[in-house]
């Protein structure tokens, strides 16, 4: 039949889509399957050696559409290329059949419903705290990021699904088994090859140091766990690791390198330098982003304790100010009050704060002027004359079209 038109929306772009073996004849406007595979069914279509639909061979899916049975076949698919446990296949497909309900869905472009498939799937395995990332979705798919989160965000909202965020062990342990540093192979020289139990542990460690210190809220999730996989790395053996830069251990791990994961790295050495100002024998050392390297593995030992040492907790200060409420707004007792000496401890550093609020920009937030103005106001002629054209002006305007315009060939 190729050549033909589609039965149902009358486009002729018809292509070949094989599916397993069997090749198919699909409509790419609209999804519709035109021939599928090679069945007969009575003797007559035999002797004629007609094909026949699969659908009209056995009226099994006379209530579903084409396109949604195509679309089930490719939720199915997904689920077996990600080798996921076989119960997400059909919370999956029960995610799909019931986006399918909805009149949005059923007319939507053929792209979307692609785009669809791999949405229930994530669902499905956030639901499950099964790690699979948005960004490697999008790749099987060939979707486009800002196409598919759109989708996304649309099919939770319309189906009132509740899906919980990313686990970060998780992500950490399968991402951090992708790196290739755990085996000798000639292009990782010896003394960068990594026990992987170790590795793991210890960048889940990092992770969670991050998570605490505010620098995972909001944030790409993956960056943080390749900042955190390159310190664990690095100082497990400081001496020979030191001069290895994360963009050098990316190539060498055979992963990519998200570009945010320089700043996570640079974060993340930050809060370490805070923790370690909080033991007396590292403070004397008078440590910098490189030499804290090597005292990753102490620093995290007490990460808990010196964590809340290094930092005044956040929850601690709104409870003081809460006291004194003639103090006024937060913002302006926030950094004030803090910068003021205070007995005790005098080297008590900054608050424990999400990197977005420390940047403090010069102007934060300006805030809008107060107005009492109430829409009933007299409006006087003057003020409105301003904004009409005087007849030079019309005229002047007229003159500036014609010039610009083209001059008509006559
Ligand atoms: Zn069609």
């Known amino acids: ?174 991402y951090c088994s992708s790196f290739r540093l755990f085996h000798a192979s000639p292009s990782v020289p010896a003394k960068y090859i990594e026990d992987q139990e170790k590795m793991l542990s210890r960048t889940l460690q990092l992770v969670e140091l991050a998570n605490e210190a505010w620098l995972v809220t909001g944030r790409h999730p993956l960056p943080v766990v390749t900042a955190a996989t390159f310190l664990a790395w690095q100082s497990l053996r400081p001496s020979d690791r030191l001069t290895c830069s994360l963009a050098r251990f990316c190539k060498l791990a055979n992963v990519d390198l998200p570009y945010p994961a320089v700043s996570r790295l640079q974060e993340l050495l930050g809060i370490l330098l805070q923790m370690a100002k909080q033991l007396a024998w590292l403070q004397v050392l008078k440590l910098d982003k490189r030499s804290v390297v090597k005292h990753i593995g102490d620093l995290l030992k007490h990460r808990h304790m010196l964590l809340r040492m290094a930092f005044r907790d956040g929850t601690a200060e709104l409870e003081t100010q809460e006291k004194t409420p003639e103090q006024g707004r937060g913002e302006e007792v926030g950094l004030d009050s803090f910068s003021l000496p205070k007995g005790k401890r005098p080297a008590s550093p900054s608050l424990l704060l999400p990197p977005c609020m420390l940047k403090s920009p010069k102007q934060a937030q300006p805030t809008p002027p107060v107005s009492t103005v109430t829409g009933d106001e007299d409006i006087s002629d003057s003020e409105i004359e301003q904004y009409l054209r005087t007849p030079q002006e019309v005229r002047d305007f007229e003159k500036a079209r014609a010039a610009i315009s083209v001059p008509s060939p006559s």
């Open 1 to 174: 039949m190729p050549g033909g038109s589609c039965p149902d929306c009358g486009s002729s772009e018809l292509v070949e889509d094989s599916h397993y073996s069997q090749n198919q004849l699909v409509c790419s406007d609209c999804g519709c399957v035109v021939t599928e595979g090679v069945l007969t069914t009575t003797f007559s279509d035999e002797g004629n050696l007609r094909e026949v639909t699969y659908s009209r061979s056995t009226g099994e899916h006379e209530q579903v559409s084409r396109s949604q049975q195509r679309g089930l076949c490719r939720v199915k698919d997904l689920c077996r290329v990600l080798k996921l446990p076989p119960t997400f296949e059909d919370t999956a497909i029960a995610y799909y059949q019931k986006a399918y309900r909805l009149s949005g869905i059923r007319a939507a472009r053929l792209q979307k419903k692609e785009v669809l498939v791999g949405c229930c799937v994530l669902i499905t395995c956030r639901q499950h705290n099964w790690p699979l990332t948005m960004g490697a979705i999008c790749t099987l798919l060939y979707a486009d990021l800002d196409v598919f989160s759109g989708t996304y965000m649309q099919i939770v909202k319309l189906l009132g699904l509740d899906v919980p965020s990313l686990c970060l062990a998780d992500l950490v342990k399968t």
